[in-house]
């Protein structure tokens, strides 16, 4: 199908995205200097607000600036309430199509009772968000055909950390980037066979963690079970997930987290209680872990938290897709889902 297509191409296309954007980096820095004292907001719709949280977060922990995440939609009916925040502000609108209703009319809002800068990332060619845009980065080879997005949300979040990485001259972050598109095809073909298996037990709905700059990329990996397979899902922060959603988990759900090196100890403790409620989980890491019980997936390289979200997705993706043969959804054709929203 499609969907598993395009789930395996996006590693091809995040290196195809790197490429791209080299040459578009002088162009951002001078944008982001010249407004050295901006908010940068960033704006999406449902898979791009949820993309749109982690660029806020790895704004303020790369570069130190101060970044917002929007649900266009909201500052397209209260875009009047919001004025003060978007005065000389970078706008950041993340969207596949660059024709979504929400993005083009708030952006088109905004810029009548403000002063902004409009940086586009987008997916297609052409797009009406190039047409009201200071500059627009335009990656057709990451565009999802089917409905369901897998490999554009990929490219989409890859796309800033690559940004963010050269911007912030973080060396370290660029080689982590560039080993996740040289091994990413490994790492599927090393999961694949495992991640089918998981999607074989007996849960009916799907519950992801994680925190910080993945914050956006572990709620994004929460919708794909939505509209991939077509589950309940939600997504919460580690340790939150303790006040309330865990009288929610039990033997039915599907538990997907990840375990960095911050506070091992806290993200242990969680875990065995979630053990205890008979949940199935799976455990991404860098390396392997010793994990009596659980579906531990890693990477096999040394991955810094923010990147580790790359790999992360798709034990999202590839699960739900699985998941989706049982439920009987088509992940290319989902009933009642557009590839884009026009009001």
């Given amino acids: 199908m499609l969907t598993l297509q395009e789930i395996k191409e996006q590693y091809t296309s995040m290196g195809q995205t790197k490429e791209y954007l080299s040459g578009y980096i002088d162009t951002i820095k001078k944008i982001f200097d010249d407004n050295s004292d901006s908010n940068i907001i960033f704006l999406g719709c449902g898979s791009s607000y949820s993309i749109a949280k982690s660029y806020a977060q790895n704004t303020m922990?790369?570069?130190k600036r101060v970044g917002l995440a929007m649900a266009a939609g909201d500052v397209l009916i209260h875009g009047d309430r919001y004025q003060a925040i978007f005065e000389n502000a970078i706008v950041v609108a993340i969207s596949r199509s660059g024709e979504t209703t929400e993005i083009i009319q708030a952006v088109t809002k905004m810029r009548k009772i403000c002063k902004i800068q409009v940086i586009s990332i987008v997916c297609k060619e052409d797009s009406t968000a190039s047409r009201i845009s200071d500059l627009t980065l335009t990656m057709p080879w990451a565009f999802d055909n089917s409905v369901c997005q897998t490999r554009t949300v990929s490219c989409l979040y890859f796309a800033w950390l690559y940004i963010v990485g050269t911007l912030s001259?973080?060396?370290?972050?660029?080689?982590?980037?560039?080993?996740?598109?040289?091994?990413?095809?490994?790492?599927?073909?090393?999961?694949?066979?495992?991640?089918?298996?998981?999607a074989a037990l007996p849960w009916n709905h799907a519950v992801v963690l994680g925190d910080a700059e993945l914050s956006g990329i572990c709620e994004e990996g929460s919708l794909t079970f939505k509209e991939i397979c077509q589950l309940p899902s939600n997504y919460y922060h580690m340790l939150d997930s303790r006040h309330g959603p865990m009288v929610m988990i039990g033997k039915e759900t599907l538990v997907i987290m990840l375990i960095s090196d911050h506070s091992l100890k806290l993200q242990k403790a969680l875990l065995e209680d979630l053990k205890k409620k008979g949940a199935a989980i799976i455990v991404y890491t860098n390396e392997a872990m010793e994990l009596d019980g659980i579906c531990n997936i890693y990477f096999g390289k040394n991955l810094s938290y923010p990147v580790m979200g790359l790999p992360f997705l798709v034990i999202n993706q590839l699960v739900s897709y699985f998941k989706s043969g049982e439920t009987g959804a088509n992940p290319d054709q989902p009933d009642g889902l557009a590839p884009w929203i026009q009001l």
Avoid: C, F, P, R
């Avoid at 973080?170 to 080993?179: D, F, I, R, S, W």
């Fill in 61 to 63: 922990t790369s570069l």
């Fill in 169 to 198: 001259e973080n060396q370290a972050q660029l080689a982590e980037l560039q080993l996740v598109v040289s091994h990413g095809d490994e790492y599927i073909k090393q999961w694949e066979a495992e991640l089918e298996k998981m």
